[in-house]
Nanobody, 129 residues
Framework: QVLLVESGGGLVQAGGSLRLSCAASGRTFSISVVGWFRQAPGKEREFVAA????????SYADSVKGRFTISRDNAKNTAYLQMNNLKPDDTAVYYC??????????????????????WGQGTQVTVSS
């Protein structure tokens, strides 16, 4: 079992920055990938970014590429999502998720929710115009 807890959400003006954290506890040694997803009101949950826990290989949705950066601190069992130049369209609840399936080092994370085994409770990000 793994428990994921997100933090760092809040209200920010367009053009501002936030850093989200995803703290993992429990069977963290089995994590292969951590991904970030988001869900805006009335929309489906969508992929944002992912990181291979061992190789640190990353992948991003086109909509956030160049503005968001995913990283992880192995010693703290925490993944981060640094979000810069935020736009009102980034307003959503942000979720982190963990994939426990053994993955090769070149694997940078799935964009499909079904590939992830555990999910956090989410943190709200609101970007005002």
């Amino acid at each position: 079992q793994v428990l994921l807890v997100e933090s760092g959400g809040g209200l920010v003006q367009a053009g501002g920055s936030l850093r989200l954290s995803c703290a993992a506890s429990g069977r963290t040694f089995s994590i292969s990938v951590v991904g970030w997803f988001r869900q805006a009101p009335g929309k489906e949950r969508e992929f944002v970014a992912a990181i291979n826990w061992r190789s640190e290989r990353t992948s991003y949705a086109d909509s956030v590429k160049g503005r968001f950066t995913i990283s992880r601190d192995n010693a703290k069992n925490t993944a981060y999502l640094q979000m810069n130049n935020l736009k009102p369209d980034d307003t959503a609840v942000y979720y982190c998720a963990a994939d426990f399936t053994g993955r090769p080092s070149y694997y940078s994370g799935a964009r499909s929710m079904g590939e992830y085994d555990y999910w956090g409770q989410g943190t709200q990000v609101t970007v005002s115009s």
